[in-house]
């Protein structure tokens, strides 16, 4: 398994800042992406995040809200820019390993985001 | 279009064995996973098919028939820790993950 930690695991913000999220894993791995998922809603994803070039997002999200890097193949941030009440959530990272038949996708433990 | 179906909630009973189903309909399939996120934590990987029968892991059982678009997840001897929600998520020819909403499953003494 892969051992994934995100900084920080919890902040409450104030309406119109922006927050960078931090994501790290212990090894390589083939993708990363971010997921958000509101309370008692299931995953949604975000965008992936691709090493070296822009992230790939999602219907809905666009990346002047949501800034993504991605500067190696352990590393990744997700920024929450100009922030409203409506980004209250939990913001996960995932990594994936993709190789055929098998296939590995795992979370960090999450970012509790709350924002007055 | 993409759409994955599965009970929103089952109920069962400490020591029983419980069964839940996922159908899906995705672009393409590189196999299928089941995860189990405990209240306010991360998904926690439980299984991943990609050919059809059975997998299986401890208390913990998946299946899958690709033909008919249909998963289940088998949990069995019940304890009480197993009270969670059960996500199933399809990767796709893309290797984008398509999800469930998830099945909340309340296991009773």
């Known amino acids: 398994s892969a051992v994934i930690s995100q900084k920080p695991s919890r902040d409450i913000c104030q309406r119109g800042t922006s927050l960078t999220i931090q994501c790290q894993v212990d090894?390589?791995?083939?993708?990363m992406f971010w997921y958000r998922q509101q309370p008692g809603q299931s995953l949604t994803l975000i965008a992936t995040a691709n090493q070296g070039s822009e992230a790939t997002y999602e219907s809905g999200f666009v990346i002047d809200k949501f800034p993504i890097s991605r500067p190696n193949l352990t590393f990744s941030t997700l920024t929450v820019s100009n922030m409203s009440p409506e980004d209250s959530s939990i913001y996960l990272c995932?990594?994936?390993?993709?190789?055929?038949?098998?296939?590995?996708?795992?979370f960090g433990p999450g970012t509790r985001l709350t924002v007055l | 279009g993409q759409n994955i179906d599965q009970p929103t909630e089952m109920t069962a009973t400490e020591g029983a064995i419980v069964q839940i189903n996922c159908t899906y309909q995705?672009?393409?399939?590189?196999?299928l996973f089941w995860y189990q996120q405990h209240a306010g934590e991360a998904p926690t990987f439980l299984s991943y098919n990609v050919l059809d029968g059975l997998e299986e892991k401890g208390r913990f059982s998946s299946f899958l028939s690709r033909s008919k678009g249909y998963s289940y997840l088998l949990l069995k001897e019940l304890q009480m820790k197993d009270s969670a929600s059960y996500l199933c998520a399809v990767l796709e020819s893309n290797y984008q993950l398509i999800w469930g909403a998830g099945t909340k499953l309340i296991i009773k003494p």
């Open positions: 995932s990594v994936a390993r993709l190789a055929g038949v098998y296939n590995e996708q795992f």
């Open positions: 090894s390589q791995v083939t993708m």
């Open positions: 995705t672009s393409g399939f590189n196999g």
